[in-house]
T-cell receptor, first 109, second 116 residues
Framework: SQKIEQNSEALNIQEGKTATLTCNYTNYSPAYLQWYRQDPGRGPVFLLLIRENEKEKRKERLKVTFDTTLKQSLFHITASQPADSATYLCALGGSKLTFGTGTRLQVTL | DAGVIQSPRHEVTEMGQEVTLRCKPISGHDYLFWYRQTMMRGLELLIYFNNNVPIDDSGMPEDRFSAKMPNASFSTLKIQPSEPRDSAVYFC??????????????FGPGTRLTVL
């Protein structure tokens, strides 16, 4: 069955550092991969989408890579800030998305 | 646009009661999704509609769950009878089919359901 794995342990980093979150998947050949941010008590918010034929996508301080050979996506936040603290979810699919369980990021001063 | 609107935001009910959750998608969006989120299972897709027609309901846990979309601006998710294990946050999301079939989804604030 399809499986999406994100690190369930929280990632704690210091302000100004680069945060790197991982999304691994199995039994899946997605055309697209998306990343969402979720704050406590709120719904997920779309951040970035990357296609299977794209290696890298950037948006301001965010960067996503997509390696279909390794079946892995990396999500980077450069110059992280306390306001970046949230849970980050990866999702695979097109019209219908399957979400990972998310990784909680905590950025401290 | 006000975004996806869900009501109620919180619902506390007793086991066996009927629960109805409501959703108003973003105007013009042609896809609507219902998700359930729990700590144990994460965000799970229950059912989704395209142009008001149910496309995939394979995530609906059992016959106690039903969803309707009578028009493009309204959808309901009903649980009858409710059970304590249905306690979760239920999200509605909508999207507009973009080029190449990719859809970024816009989520509502969710309904936190507690079944006692």
């Amino acid at each position: 069955s399809q499986k999406i794995e994100q690190n369930s342990e929280a990632l704690n980093i210091q302000e100004g550092k680069t945060a790197t979150l991982t999304c691994n998947y199995t039994n899946y050949s997605p055309a697209y991969l998306q990343w969402y941010r979720q704050d406590p008590g709120r719904g997920p918010v779309f951040l970035l989408l990357i296609r299977e034929n794209e290696k890298e996508k950037r948006k301001e301080r965010l960067k996503v890579t997509f390696d279909t050979t390794l079946k892995q996506s990396l999500f980077h936040i450069t110059a992280s800030q306390p306001a970046d603290s949230a849970t980050y979810l990866c999702a695979l699919g097109g019209s219908k998305l399957t979400f990972g369980t998310g990784t909680r990021l905590q950025v401290t001063l | 646009d006000a975004g996806v609107i869900q009501s109620p935001r919180h619902e506390v009910t007793e086991m066996g009661q009927e629960v109805t959750l409501r959703c108003k998608p973003i105007s013009g969006h042609d896809y609507l999704f219902w998700y359930r989120q729990t700590m144990m299972r994460g965000l799970e897709l229950l059912i989704y509609f395209n142009n008001n027609v149910p496309i995939d309901d394979s995530g609906m846990p059992e016959d106690r769950f039903s969803a309707k979309m009578p028009n493009a601006s309204f959808s309901t998710l009903k649980i009858q009878p409710s059970e304590p294990r249905d306690s979760a946050v239920y999200f509605c999301a909508s999207s507009l089919r973009g080029a190449e079939g990719r859809n970024e989804q816009f989520f509502g604030p969710g309904t936190r359901l507690t079944v006692l």
